[in-house]
T-cell receptor, first 112, second 111 residues
């Protein structure tokens, strides 16, 4: 079972360019999340989706957008990347508030 | 004040020591509680769920105190391989974000 898969694993992106980080899960989980983690800091929630067709803003949503067209996919888009968006991005999914969350392996993004 | 707070550490302990971490949460409507482990530059992974009656998994014991709104993790007979960051996670059954992470506590076990 693949679980939850992120792509790409790492990327170097020129400032001002756009990019979409992909996240796919095969567990049919209702909720999905995007976090960023900067060196030495904790996870910060960017956006979340409790079910297909709905999304919500997290702690640090500015500069990012998401969509949830179906249950399995939850892409994160940077419309115009800036160096402060250099980070490790983790996608996660969970079935409900009563069950554990599973994480993808992360995407290491460097904006130069 | 953050919704879920942890002492960031680091906790530096010798092999074989017993170490305990606490995590406090501010929302009394919290539903479920978990401890996750994160190794350097890797994704967080579930260590154990935390039940109201407390639960044990080998050298690890988790406790929940709803009245005081904290959860704890006790690690006995620490191993070098226990070195990692331990994340406290609290969930809510509501229409908004259901999953809230603490900032993590770093543990370093030394020979």
């Amino acid at each position: 079972t693949a679980g939850i898969t992120q792509a790409p694993t790492s990327q170097i992106l020129a400032a001002g360019r756009s990019m979409t980080l992909r996240c796919t899960q095969d567990m049919r989980h209702n909720a999905m999340y995007w976090y960023r983690q900067d060196l030495g800091l904790g996870l910060r929630l960017i956006h979340y989706s409790n079910t297909a067709g709905t999304t919500g803003k997290g702690e640090v949503p500015d500069g990012y957008s998401v969509s949830r067209a179906n249950t399995d996919d939850f892409p994160l888009t940077l419309a115009s990347a800036v160096p402060s968006q250099t980070s490790v991005y983790f996608c996660a999914s969970s079935d409900s508030a009563y069950t554990e969350a599973f994480f993808g392996q992360g995407t290491r993004l460097t904006v130069v | 004040r953050k919704e879920v707070e942890q002492d960031p550490g680091p906790f530096n302990v010798p092999e074989g020591a017993t170490v305990a971490f606490n995590c406090t949460y501010s929302n009394s409507a919290s539903q479920s509680f978990f401890w996750y482990r994160q190794d350097c530059r890797k994704e967080p992974k579930l260590l154990m769920s935390v039940y109201s009656s407390g639960n044990e998994d080998g050298r690890f014991t988790a406790q929940l105190n709803r009245a005081s709104q904290y959860i704890s993790l006790l690690i006995r007979d620490s191993k070098l391989s226990d070195s990692a960051t331990y994340l406290c996670v609290v969930t809510y059954n509501n229409a908004g974000n259901m999953l809230t992470f603490g900032g993590g506590t770093r543990l370093m076990v030394k020979p």
